[in-house]
């Protein structure tokens, strides 16, 4: 067995050599500590800032009252000309939902680390059938299964849902992007098992926090006791 799958996985090799998804490295057939990255690229990454930080950056864009976020948490920071972004579009636009699960169990890692464990469901932000279609999955789905497998806390879906489709936000600013997710997200048929509970509500990356925070008070709305949010990466 061990036989086949090394011809199998030399065969993959051959037709499609391994490349790190950040700096496109060509990765040979050494081991590296991540499929999708090189160790040159694992080992550069930036820490985020602490937590403090992150909330007090969510709230120049929220009042204290409009803040549904309890806690922040995050991989790593990214800055607007960071490789990092590769990786982050080829988990959302090249089909490569793995590296979702793989950069989810580096996270989930790092929480156990850090006893950030304030939460007892995990909860992917939903993005839109239509988006789904087109993706073939959720990211932040996949970022969920990694995050899981470590802090042994269940994933729980179908019970929050986007009812609009909005446009992407990569252009907007902080008040734009406010407007374009007001009012996005609905129940969906398993909103009950949200009632009374502390949820980490994951996504890939933080900018202004507006989709977060949307979710966030839907989440709130439904009858969640908490909400903490966790993400791959924080925009710089």
């Known amino acids: 067995m061990k036989e086949i799958r090394h011809i199998v996985n030399s065969f993959k ?9 950040a700096c496109n490295t060509y990765t040979q057939k050494s081991r590296q500590h991540l499929e999708f990255l090189c160790d040159e690229c694992m080992s550069s990454l930036k820490a985020p800032p602490k937590e403090d930080v992150l909330m007090k950056r969510l709230l120049l864009h929220f009042s204290q009252d409009d ?3 309890s806690r922040f948490f995050s991989l790593m920071a990214v800055e607007h000309s960071s490789p990092m972004l590769n990786l982050i579009y080829s988990l959302k636009y090249r089909g490569m939902a793995r590296i979702g699960y793989e950069l989810g169990n580096e996270l989930g890692k790092t929480m156990l680390h850090l006893h950030y464990l304030d939460f007892e469901v995990i909860l992917p932000i939903p993005i839109h059938s239509a988006r789904t279609r087109e993706r073939g999955y959720n990211q932040a789905t996949e970022i969920c299964r990694g995050i899981s497998e470590k802090v042994e806390i269940p994933i729980l879906t179908n019970a929050i849902k986007r009812i609009r489709y ?5 252009q907007m600013n902080a008040r734009e992007r406010k407007e374009n997710v007001s009012g996005v997200f609905g129940p969906d048929y398993n909103s009950s098992s949200i009632h009374g509970k502390k949820i980490l509500l994951v996504d890939d990356v933080l900018t202004t926090g507006s989709t977060l925070n949307s979710c966030a008070t ?3 709305d439904l009858g ?3 909400v903490n949010v966790a993400t791959l990466a924080v925009a710089e």
């Open 67 to 69: 803040l549904s976020i």
């Open 224 to 226: 969640a006791r908490q």
């Open 166 to 170: 909005t446009r992407t936000q990569t």
């Open 218 to 220: 839907s989440l709130l």
């Open 13 to 21: 090799e051959f037709l499609a050599p391994r490349h790190c998804e």
